[in-house]
Nanobody, 123 residues
Framework: QVQLVESGGGLVQAGGSLRLSCAASGRAFSTYNMGWFRQAPGKEREFVAAINRNGVYTYYADSVKGRFTISRDNAKKTVYLQMNSLNPEDTAVYYC????????????????WGQGTQVTVSS
């Protein structure tokens, strides 16, 4: 089992950057694929980015490709989401998730979730 705690959210102007972190507890962090999802008010939770267990493979939603970068440090049990060129449409609560599924792009592929961190982008 793994517990996840996100940090790094906040208020930023359009065009700005933020770096989200997700710290994990538990011994098996390196055995989990990790993902970032987001949920805006009135909308369903959507996939943002994912990284496989050893960090070799990464996946992105089309809406963030080229602007966001996911990475992980298994020694620190932490996954990151670097977000650049933010725009108001990126405003949402961002969630970190861990899973063991072969697939990485849907919420059903993840077993463990953090509490979320708010990202607000002003125009």
């Amino acid at each position: 089992q793994v517990q996840l705690v996100e940090s790094g959210g906040g208020l930023v102007q359009a065009g700005g950057s933020l770096r989200l972190s997700c710290a994990a507890s538990g011994r098996a962090f390196s055995t989990y694929n990790m993902g970032w999802f987001r949920q805006a008010p009135g909308k369903e939770r959507e996939f943002v980015a994912a990284i496989n267990r050893n960090g070799v493979y990464t996946y992105y939603a089309d809406s963030v490709k080229g602007r966001f970068t996911i990475s992980r440090d298994n020694a620190k049990k932490t996954v990151y989401l670097q977000m650049n060129s933010l725009n108001p449409e990126d405003t949402a609560v961002y969630y970190c998730a861990a899973g063991s599924s072969y697939y990485l792009k849907t919420r059903y592929d993840y077993n463990y979730w953090g509490q979320g961190t708010q990202v607000t982008v002003s125009s």
